[in-house]
C-alpha cells in the first residue's frame, strides 16, 4: 500500500491502543484469557474462520515496513512511541468466526490484549471488509495459500475530526497486516 496524504500528523492510538476504529468495548486494549492457543480447531465453515498468528515481528522491522509504504519518518516514530513505548517485538492474533474480527498484541513476551473487534465479510474470494461506521469498513485484499494468510490494505474509511485518515490509522493498519503474513494456529 502506498501512503495517502494526510493533514495531520495524528496518531489515534491505531489499532493498537486501539485502533483508531477500536470496536474494543473499553476503547483501548483489553486484558483477555480469549487469546487463540495452538490448540486444533473444529473445522472452519469458511475459509477464514479460526485463529491466525504472525511469527515475532521487530518494531524495527515494523518501521521498515511503514517507511517503505511512503509514510514521514516522523509519523512512524510517534506511532511507535505512543503504541509501544520502548517494546521491542510484537505477535499479533487474528480470531476469526463467520462474522466477527478479532485483534490481539502481544508485546515483548506478555499476555495476549484484545486491540480491535468488530464485523467483518468477505466480498468476494480475494477481498475482505472489516468493521463498521463511523470508522469502518476497511478494505483488504487477502490470500490464504494453506494455513497462511496475507492481508494488504486496499481502503480505510476511518477518518479524523477533520475527515481525513490520519497517519497514525494508516500506520497501524499497514504493519500490523502487512509486515509478515499470519500463520493458522487453530
Same mark, same amino acid.
Given at each position: 500500500?502506498?501512503?495517502?496524504?494526510? +493533514? !495531520? #500528523?495524528?496518531?489515534?492510538g491505531a489499532m493498537l +491502543? !486501539? #485502533?483508531?476504529?477500536?470496536?474494543a468495548d473499553s476503547g483501548g486494549r483489553t486484558e483477555s484469557s480469549d487469546a487463540p492457543t495452538t490448540e486444533a480447531a473444529e473445522p472452519a465453515a469458511g475459509p477464514l474462520v479460526g485463529a491466525f498468528q504472525t511469527p515475532t515481528i521487530s518494531l524495527t522491522r515494523m518501521a521498515e515496513v511503514a517507511k517503505a509504504a511512503g509514510f514521514n519518518q516522523k509519523d512512524i516514530d510517534e506511532y511507535?512511541?505512543?503504541?509501544?513505548?520502548?517494546?521491542?517485538?510484537?505477535v499479533y492474533t487474528l480470531r476469526l468466526t463467520e462474522d466477527q474480527w478479532v485483534a490481539f498484541v502481544t508485546i515483548d513476551g506478555g499476555s495476549a490484549e484484545e486491540t480491535w473487534s468488530g464485523p467483518y465479510v468477505l466480498v468476494d474470494a480475494s477481498t475482505v471488509r472489516a468493521g463498521a461506521p463511523p470508522c469502518g469498513p476497511i478494505t483488504y485484499d487477502?490470500?490464504?495459500?494453506?494455513?497462511v494468510l496475507s492481508l494488504d490494505l486496499k481502503d480505510d474509511d476511518c477518518p479524523g475530526p477533520d475527515g481525513e485518515v490520519p497517519a497514525g490509522e494508516l500506520i497501524a493498519q499497514?504493519?500490523?497486516?502487512?509486515?509478515?503474513?499470519?500463520t493458522r494456529v487453530g
Open positions: 500500500m502506498t501512503a495517502r496524504p494526510i +493533514a !495531520t #500528523a495524528f496518531v489515534l +491502543a !486501539t #485502533a483508531g476504529c477500536s470496536g511507535l512511541s505512543d503504541n509501544f513505548g520502548d517494546a521491542r517485538n510484537v487477502y490470500a490464504l495459500e494453506g494455513d499497514t504493519t500490523i497486516y502487512e509486515t509478515v503474513p499470519f
